[in-house]
């Protein structure tokens, strides 16, 4: 997974003018055009662009692309909801854009909408059946996690009234995720519950690295807290603050005896070569008899 990481920032850095400027402008705007469509002229007027495994193989290619277009809401009642998820789809589009740049985007997305098609074409060979996949609902919510991942402390008003952190969401996207898939094969709809494990796996794809090195450094964090070394620095501070409460300081040089409290200005050091914890003043942190016991 690593490795294809590395081959796709390669080749966002080698080929910076690939892609599709804007690119989430004009698959709002294509949602919108056929919700539109859908809406004055019903749903039939508008399912020819849906992808369809039985279609495609007599050649009806372009729903290859078109299918991309499928809003997923199709009656005036639902207006609301479309212009939402049309908006926070092409913020968070824009935002990936202006972060990663138009070639990365755009093989993020594209790269989404080929690993669709191939599990639509796979498991109408397979199957047999007449498999349809109207839009790309589970590539634009994985755009979330792109999102949560480079600014999880951004807050979102939820509600319009409640202020949530976009890390917080995406663990609520994450739900919503993992309920797909399970309600997708308790009723024994493998596409139902492939179609958001594909969107995942393109995420984890353009993510790994990150997440590798984010859980690894938690790790060593933590290992480090819980260390001897540590917990007995801790102790020796804690040890040396109740001392400078008793004695009206908190250094005094191990060579001269020159106090922080008679010396303000002084600067004062723990030398790490000595055994135990000892300090000493600016003039004698490189200039003294290390402790030994």
Sequence with gaps: MRKLNAAVERFAYNHPRFGIPNLMQFIVAGNMIVYLLSVFAGYGAVSFLAFSWDAVKHLELWRLVTFIFMPGYYSTGDVLWLALFLYFYYMIGSTLEREWGTAKFSLYYLSGVVLTLIVGIVMGLVTGQNIRI?????????????????YPDTQFLVFFIIPVKVKWLAWIDAAFFALSVLSSLFAWDLLGA????????????????????EISYRRGRARHQSSHQTIHFKSAVRQQEKKAREQGYRHKCEVCGRTDTDFPDLQFRYCSRCTGYHCFCEEHIFNHIHFTE
């Excluded at 109207?134 to 480079?150: E, H, K, P, R």
Aim: proline residues 3%.
């Design 194 to 213: 492939l179609l958001p494990i594909i969107a995942l796996l393109n995420f984890f794809v353009f993510f790994w690295t990150n997440i590798t090195d």
């Design 134 to 150: 109207a839009g790309t609902n589970y590539v634009n919510l994985s755009m979330f996690f792109a999102f949560a991942m480079l």
